[in-house]
């Protein structure tokens, strides 16, 4: 259990690493069945991954970074509005001032956000130089884990009894393949979602429209509701 505890954050970076070598299958084995090598296939399916990420936060993530930080700035007189309403609208008496000191929503940790956030991408990478580290290694692994999958399963297998290895790597592939499917359709309906919706909102005159277009696509895919 000490060790469980120890190696907690590590073990859930090799699970993101896992998902993310997993949403890349698909692609990889489409590469592969025409002839490319596996570390080829990796190498152009995650390239390819890593440079659209990196695409989309070159054009939106500052403007996605300026919204955020509009929105955290106006937190304590959104939260007042929205208290107003309320005791407006159902008779209650809410204390704005009590809610947002439970909510720790004080001007110096907003004025912490804020200052954050303002320098983009490389204010938060700076200011949380532990997410850095996180991301290379969700890469690294996920890198190795795509290109050396089909090599670290047949070592596993050897492992097993004569009679079950086969069983073993059928049940693994299919797996793969299914998950990786499905992990890639989620990330495409939570794009397509997210791409929509901000359309719609900005349209429409919503306020921080990019965050919470993306919040709603996220959302609406990998969280249960």
Known sequence: ???????????FLLV???????????????????????????????????????????VFGQLFFNQVTDFVTGL???????????????????????????LHLDPSQIATWASSLSGGVLGVVGSLSSVLFDLVTVLVFGFYFAGAGPKLLHTLASWMPPRVQQVFITMTEITMAKTGGYVLSKIVLAAASAFFHGIFFAAIGVPYWLPFALFAGITAQFVPI
């Not at 259990?1 to 073990?11: C, T, V």
């Not at 509005?81 to 001032?97: A, G, K």
């Open 1 to 11: 259990l000490w060790l469980f505890s120890m190696l907690s954050h590590f073990l």
């Open 16 to 58: 993101l690493a896992w998902l993310f070598a997993t949403a890349l299958e698909p692609g990889i084995r489409w590469f592969v069945q025409r002839g490319r090598s596996r570390g080829v296939s990796t190498a152009i399916v995650g390239g390819g991954a890593v440079l659209l990420a990196l695409g989309l936060a070159v």
């Open 76 to 102: 304590p007189d959104l939260t007042t509005s929205v208290i107003d309403w309320v005791n407006h609208r159902f008779m209650t008496n809410l204390d704005p001032t009590t809610i947002a000191s439970k």
